[in-house]
């Protein structure tokens, strides 16, 4: 993404969200391009942010939030995830739900990444439950 040929960046950035929408067509019944089908700034400003994030760790050493979970103790948390997310595994939300003493799991059947109205309505009775009475 660095590279000095816009031409060389473009490719980088049509095969970044080729992936990416692959990977999103098991939910969108490959009709759309969710990804690749943004406009040519904001796909360049998708795929860089990943990259950099993606090449730096996120700035984390490996295996840490699941290692450091555990001191979450006490702190209330709804893990939703969507059993056909191919970018972020089940087995991931799996594992923190583990880690994290007293986390709830919901797994959405019919969602992936994208989501799926099942999926926010999950969300929004999790976001009702946290919210401070007034």
Same mark, same amino acid.
């Given at each position: 993404m660095e590279h !000095?040929? !816009? =031409?060389?960046r473009e490719k980088a950035t049509a095969d970044w969200c080729a992936w990416e929408d692959a990977?999103?067509? #098991?939910?969108? #019944? #490959?009709a759309s391009n969710p990804y690749g089908d943004r !406009?040519?700034? =904001?796909?360049?400003a998708f795929v860089r942010i990943c990259a950099h994030y993606f090449s730096h760790g996120a700035w984390l050493e490996e295996g840490v939030l699941l290692h450091d979970a555990g001191r979450l103790a006490g702190v209330p948390g709804v893990l939703i995830h969507g059993r056909l997310d191919l970018g972020g595994p089940l087995q991931t939300a799996w594992e923190l739900h583990r880690a994290w003493p007293g986390a709830e799991l919901i797994v959405v059947e019919n969602a992936g990444h994208l989501g799926t109205a099942e999926t926010r309505e999950h969300v929004l009775r999790a976001l009702d439950r946290f919210a401070v009475n007034s």
């Amino acid at each position: 993404m660095e590279h !000095p040929d !816009p =031409a060389v960046r473009e490719k980088a950035t049509a095969d970044w969200c080729a992936w990416e929408d692959a990977v999103l067509s #098991g939910e969108t #019944g #490959g009709a759309s391009n969710p990804y690749g089908d943004r !406009p040519t700034a =904001a796909r360049l400003a998708f795929v860089r942010i990943c990259a950099h994030y993606f090449s730096h760790g996120a700035w984390l050493e490996e295996g840490v939030l699941l290692h450091d979970a555990g001191r979450l103790a006490g702190v209330p948390g709804v893990l939703i995830h969507g059993r056909l997310d191919l970018g972020g595994p089940l087995q991931t939300a799996w594992e923190l739900h583990r880690a994290w003493p007293g986390a709830e799991l919901i797994v959405v059947e019919n969602a992936g990444h994208l989501g799926t109205a099942e999926t926010r309505e999950h969300v929004l009775r999790a976001l009702d439950r946290f919210a401070v009475n007034s």
